[in-house]
């Protein structure tokens, strides 16, 4: 059988960003081979696609992501990522499983062992997905844009989960829009360059970056109602080369979550309004451009499927060990699969820390951050529970 820790510690040892998970799709592909499943690679991509047949039954979908992040993992860890990459801006940056993604894939190998050695036990096909670029929130069009369903067939029902710092063994869930959808823009202020010494000569553009950064924040204070949910976030302004050149452009990198389509329209016209209006005052020679990139719709998680799912899941694991009613403003693309199929989705969050592990106080890193890593066990083994009680819900 696979030794699930090695391969969790090879993965984590070894991350690769978005759209270039050539090793870590190989490494996948490997494992599933001895199973029995047909396997595909390079779908949408980077994807990897393993098809396991057990005679007559409906066709289920697990899915896990497997790309990490340009973030410099400082846990300390043995087996920590010392890996660098080119980004897409032709820039060198670290690179680290800083989301959990490593342990995704490898609690699904584990699940797709499971199933594939108990197959006297269930009848059907079992679909796994290993999806790239989840970072990117383009990965899962790019396997339903490749003919993920007309090449492997229409499965009956999405099933995924996601690691996070909650206490490990346990499983939290949420019935209805579960994760925010995202919008990403790059705004570009443009000025007119000139002498540090001689402000009046120029239109300064970092001048009117600071402006439109403070105005940001006020959208969601002051244009929506409390009892919607809305982030915006201004996660990169770059401008210049010197202290002494006022430059001719600013870049403002601006995100922004929310859960409902009118929200997001709402949120994503007050940037460009508010950025046009101080690029006017400022006496900008020409009006702003938008860049918008990075969609990535809500995520719902279906509510009758969730029920089921989750009764499954309380006789297993037993009630006290859900956490029901869980939404987050972080956002997730594995909806796009079920929405294209027409299928639910059902998505659940899957505890990754040992609180008897750590003193009483210490801190607890989130997802993203450079101290991030979910411990082992016994997230590995509840991580891969899930995936297969989950798995023989759907099953015949």
Not at 236 to 259: C, D, H, M, W, Y
């Amino acid at each position: 059988m696979t030794d699930l820790h090695e391969l969790y510690r090879d993965l984590h040892s070894n991350p690769e960003l978005s759209l270039h998970e050539f090793r870590t799709a190989g490494v996948l592909a490997d494992a599933l081979r001895p199973l029995g499943f047909d396997v595909t690679t390079e779908v949408g991509g980077t994807g990897v696609v393993g098809v396991l047949r057990n005679g007559d039954g409906p066709i289920v979908m697990l899915r896990a992501d497997i790309d990490a992040l340009p973030v410099e993992e400082k846990t300390g860890l043995p087996y920590a990522s010392t890996v660098r990459a080119t980004n897409a801006d032709g820039e060198d940056v670290p690179v680290a499983h800083a989301c959990g993604h490593d342990m995704h894939a490898t609690c699904l190998i584990g699940a797709a062992e499971r199933l594939a050695r108990t197959r006297e036990e269930w009848a059907g096909t079992l679909l796994v997905v290993f999806q790239p670029a989840e970072e990117l929130g383009s990965g899962a069009r790019a396997m339903v844009a490749d003919g993920l369903f007309e090449r492997f067939g229409k499965p009956e029902v999405v099933l995924a989960q996601h690691v996070s710092p909650l206490p490990a063994g346990m499983i939290a869930y949420g019935s209805g829009p579960l994760m925010a959808a995202s919008d990403s823009v790059r705004v570009t202020l443009f000025g007119r360059g000139g002498h540090g010494s001689a402000p009046e000569t120029a239109v300064d553009p970092v001048l009117m970056a600071a402006h439109v950064v403070v105005r940001l924040q006020g959208i969601v204070a002051r244009e929506i109602a409390p009892s919607e949910r809305a982030v915006v976030t201004v996660g990169r302004l770059q401008a210049g080369t010197k202290e002494n050149v006022i430059p001719e452009t600013a870049e403002i990198g601006v995100n922004i979550r929310s859960f409902n389509e009118h929200i997001g329209g709402i949120v994503r016209a007050a940037v460009e309004r508010i950025a046009r209006a101080e690029a006017a005052a400022s006496g900008a020679p020409r009006e702003p451009e938008f860049d918008w990139y990075d969609g990535t719709p809500v995520l719902v998680s279906d509510p009758d499927a969730t029920t089921t799912t989750m009764a499954a899941f309380a006789e297993h694991f037993g009630k006290h060990n859900l956490i029901p009613g869980a939404v987050v403003n972080a956002s997730e693309d594995v909806g796009v699969f079920g929405t294209a199929a027409g299928i639910p989705t059902v998505f659940w969050f899957l505890g990754g820390t040992d609180f008897s592990t750590r003193e009483p106080g210490q801190p607890v890193a989130m997802n993203h951050s450079p101290e991030y890593a979910p411990d082992i066990e016994p997230t590995l083994t509840t991580g891969v529970d899930a995936l297969v009680v989950a798995a023989r819900t759907w099953l015949g």
